[in-house]
């Protein structure tokens, strides 16, 4: 029996539903679910000597259902006379006080303000079709109707599946009306009950008299049924909640049927009060893990403040982290700023719900899903400083305890929460003695329980600078290929060179070879005057004769210098990123290897001078078409790449008469790293220059 619509606009027609109802005869046809799914809502907002008006029955038990435990002033309305008979029939003699009448909602024969609510149960989203003109005159027709019948202060309560032209249509009708808004999503483990993949919400709106010049009218989500509900600011926020909740349910129904093997699967749950981000999940699947009662499933928690570590915070990252836990669906959850964590048992308690909800098919019933950290605690992450740059938008500075129990500064900002624009290692002023022990960027995702949990340090004693400790292996790298600049006979840590370095950040970089190289004079090229003032207050830059900082956009900078012929450097390297998220390189801004702009840094760079750059690049087409633009300029490139990351540095020369060998490069890489370990001066023993040089080829 086919009961299907020939077309979506057949749902508005009383032919179509005429014919439905006689097909399907007297049995109740449920939309959305059944009363029990919305008892709980619906409660709330119809009293029991309320008025109702059901609109567009259809033969659903839901007003019966109602009738039975106590709301006996209902009345039921549907545009087919069939259906209307078939209820009065069904009615009758068990609840004979119950209204039945054949209508259309569009234009009804009742007075003015006789209901106290109107309950529609799927009956717009089988009106509202479309956006053409004729379906959206019908929407405002039956908005207007309910209008008129409810009371002040009654409630108009929809159940709609709230696609989202029809959401965003009921919203904004209403919102203008003046009428209060509050939405509820029906619990999932009602909706289970149901067919439908996506869940179901309730809106109520309520009618207040139109006020002109009126403020803020009230929006709310209620995203717990016991909470407070979340008051939003726009039309447009309330949507997006809807359609994140949405989203929510299809993925969950996604992985309960399929692996996400080869997807980069990740979802963000909001803190219910602030609606903020408090919990992001990354799901990592293994299919080549055969899945015992051990290995189904785990959740790991990511410390604060080491979401940005390569392991944790790149999808080949999280892969490497998956397949050292071995589980077939690893949880991977990332704790967000902003937000209060007690510990490891309070999040475990808060998450356990809904991580279930995510866990892989066929997990065995009642079993126990192991929560994994890494050193078992929360990790610690204190906001220092907020606020807003011009050019960049938001950011802050914030320490966070790393692996080693040291503490590291950071700078990010929030335009890009995930990259960590500038990092610095702390001193602990209480310590006796400085610990030097490297922080490792690739962590293998050792497995300790939650309960092994450490007591964290005061983040306030770590205030001093580490100016000798290279967070970053990008810098290390650029360090050690200083070692490929020929200047009288090699280069020392007392020979003197000119560099030119475009980024400040944290200003670590130039600082360090300002530090070491004692006869260097450095130039940083800044475009951002609030980055040299967050480098001068939160990572001790400071600047001398042989450290200056020029505010100026390196672009024009360089062209400029290279067009008068007014100057050259020695060095010249570029550590700048780009701010454009959409790229597919996010160091340098693509203008910076631009074939023309190149050939300007060729002409500012000393004949023997070496070029650096930082190069990030997860396009491989661009990345192309960068090396050929920079092969078209320097005739000698060496590459090193960074092992676990995306940067790849550049070590480019305009000359080929002093191509050196690997022999070469490790000879000159001891001799300046022995020169740098000076007795009674700091040295961070993690850092060995050779190590770097081992991996560098020519290009």
Not at 382 to 402: A, C, F
Not at 512 to 529: K, L, M
Request: proline residues 4%; glycine residues 8%; contains cysteine.
């Amino acid at each position: 029996m086919n009961l299907l619509p020939k077309s979506s606009k057949e749902f508005s027609s009383a032919e179509y539903w005429e014919t439905f109802f006689k097909k399907r005869g007297a049995s109740a046809f449920e939309w959305y679910g059944a009363y029990v799914d919305h008892c709980a809502v619906l409660h709330k907002y119809i009293k029991p000597k309320d008025k109702v008006l059901v609109v567009g029955c259809g033969n659903s038990a839901l007003s019966e259902q109602m009738y039975d435990v106590g709301y006996q002033g209902i009345t039921n309305i549907d545009i087919s006379e069939v259906v209307i008979e078939q209820m009065k029939e069904r009615n009758a003699t068990r609840r004979p006080t119950m209204v039945f009448m054949k209508m259309d909602m569009m234009q009804m024969g009742f007075a003015d303000s006789q209901f106290q609510v109107v309950l529609d149960k799927g009956t717009l989203d089988a009106i509202m079709t479309d956006e053409s003109e004729g379906t959206l005159h019908n929407v405002n027709r039956m908005f207007a109707e309910i209008g008129r019948v409810l009371q002040v202060g009654g409630r108009f309560v929809c159940i709609s599946l709230a696609q989202e032209h029809i959401a965003k249509k009921a919203l904004s009708y209403f919102h203008q009306e003046g009428w209060p808004v509050r939405i509820h999503t029906i619990e999932e483990e009602s909706s289970a009950r149901r067919q439908f993949v996506m869940p179901v919400f309730v809106f109520v709106f309520t009618k207040f008299r139109k006020v002109p010049g009126a403020g803020q009218m009230i929006l709310e989500m209620c995203t717990e049924e016991q909470g407070k509900p979340l008051r939003l600011q726009s039309v447009g926020q309330l949507l997006e909640l809807v359609k994140g909740r949405q989203q929510y349910a299809l993925l969950r129904n996604h992985l309960t049927k399929h692996s996400s093997s080869g997807e980069n699967v990740s979802l963000t749950l909001c803190d219910r009060g602030s609606g903020k981000p408090r919990y992001t999940f990354y799901i990592v699947d293994q299919p080549s893990v055969k899945p015992s009662r051990a290995n189904h499933f785990a959740i790991f928690i990511v410390p604060q403040g080491r979401e940005t570590e390569w392991i944790f915070g790149t999808d080949e990252g999280r892969k490497q982290l998956g397949k050292s836990a071995g589980f077939k669906r690893l949880l991977v959850v990332a704790l967000h700023r902003d937000q209060l964590y007690e510990s490891m048992e309070a999040i475990q308690s808060e998450l356990s719900g809904k991580v279930m909800e995510l866990a892989p098919h066929g997990l065995p019933p009642n079993q126990q899903v192991p929560f994994l950290s890494v050193g078992g605690d929360i990790g610690v992450r204190t906001v220092q400083y907020r606020g807003t740059s011009d050019m960049s938008g938001e950011y802050v500075i914030e320490d966070v305890k790393g692996e080693d129990g040291n503490y590291f500064r950071h700078l990010i900002f929030l335009s890009n929460v995930n990259v960590v624009q500038s990092e610095t290692k702390l001193l602990h002023s209480t310590s006796k003695s400085v610990s030097s022990q490297k922080k490792k960027k690739k962590d293998k995702g050792r497995r300790r329980p939650c309960s092994e949990a450490e007591k964290p340090s005061n983040p306030e004693t770590a205030q001093a600078v580490d100016k000798s400790y290279l967070c970053c292996d990008h810098h290390r790298a650029m360090i050690a290929g200083l070692v490929l600049l020929s200047k009288n006979g090699g280069l020392l840590p007392d020979t003197p060179f000119s560099l030119l370095v475009v980024g400040l950040g944290g200003g670590s970089l130039p600082l360090f070879i300002h530090d070491y190289f004692s006869q260097s004079t450095v130039y940083a090229i800044e475009i951002d005057p609030v980055v040299l003032e967050m480098a001068t207050k939160w990572f001790e830059f400071s600047q001398d004769d042989r450290m200056k900082v020029i505010l100026a956009d390196g672009l024009n900078y360089i062209s400029t210098l290279a067009d008068s012929g007014s100057g050259s450097y020695d060095v010249i390297m570029f550590d700048v990123d780009s701010k454009d998220t959409t790229l597919g390189m996010s160091c340098p801004p693509p203008a910076f290897v631009d074939n023309v702009f190149l050939q300007k840094v060729r002409n500012v760079l000393a004949p023997q001078g070496l070029f650096i750059l930082n190069l990030v690049c997860r396009d491989c087409t661009l990345k192309e078409k960068v090396m050929v633009a920079i092969k078209e300029v320097f005739p000698l490139i060496y590459l090193q790449k960074i092992e676990g990351e995306v940067n790849e540095i550049l070590y480019c020369q305009l000359t080929t008469e002093l191509k050196a060998g690997s022999k070469d490069l490790l000879e000159a890489g001891q001799i300046l790293e022995n020169a740098l370990k000076k007795p009674g001066r700091q040295w961070d023993q993690t850092y060995h220059l050779v190590e770097m040089l081992k991996k560098v080829t020519i290009v």
